[in-house]
């Protein structure tokens, strides 16, 4: 599937020139962004699709320490895509309601923090984890629904839980808040939900929970 490029212009700082069309992302098309794209408009790593797609089968390209060879593969928010041959890894994240990329090295392009969003008792001493991109662990640790994780890509293994609660530094990833950063000072409850009242520099905002991501 492809769209125009200007339907993806609001979440990408696409150059003006280019391809009039641009591949979608295999799966969570509204929230991620495809290798192509990644590469060929992002990166100018590739002129073209070709090319793009040369690299990719070549198994150069990582995406969270693990080989992705589909041009279609969604790279989502926190992910980090890295070029084995050139030395460079890049994390992508939410500035000014737009994904970025930021390049990253070391410890730092080996972890990832992920929301959690589901919690499945398996048996009495096993709790399955599932996190918002999709993967599963069976935790030890004590976590509910609405932390986060930060993850060892590299070991596949769980680093700390980012507990949501008052004082905790979140991100808001969606809405007209999007990509702006602060503290969690109260959760109202409210009828039939709860609001997340957050301090965003010198203003205070009440959010829902599918908008935050806890990060610290």
Do not use: C, W
């Amino acid at each position: 599937m492809h769209l125009k490029r200007t339907s993806f212009e609001k979440e990408l700082p696409l150059p003006r020139k280019g391809s009039t069309f641009l591949v979608v992302a295999s799966h969570e098309r509204r929230n991620a962004v495809p290798l192509l794209v990644v590469m060929r408009e992002l990166l100018g790593l590739a002129r073209t699709r070709k090319e793009a797609r040369q690299i990719l089968l070549a198994g150069d390209v990582k995406v969270n320490n693990k080989v992705r060879k589909d041009e279609k593969f969604p790279l989502q928010f926190f992910d980090v895509v890295e070029f084995e041959k050139l030395g460079k890894a890049y994390r992508l994240e939410i500035v000014n309601k737009k994904f970025r990329l930021k390049e990253v090295s070391g410890k730092e392009k080996d972890e990832k923090i992920v929301k959690i969003v589901g919690k499945k008792i398996i048996s009495k001493d096993k709790v399955q984890m599932n996190l918002q991109d999709g993967g599963n662990f069976l935790a030890k640790e004590k976590f509910k629904v609405g932390d986060s994780v930060v993850l060892d890509t590299k070991g596949n293994k769980i680093v700390k839980v980012l507990e949501l609660k008052a004082g905790a530094k979140v991100e808001v990833i969606s809405g007209k808040h999007a990509g702006e950063k602060g503290d969690l000072i109260e959760i109202r409850n409210l009828a039939r939900s709860k609001d997340y009242i957050v301090k965003l520099k010198e203003k205070e905002v009440g959010v829902p929970l599918k908008t935050l991501i806890v990060i610290g």
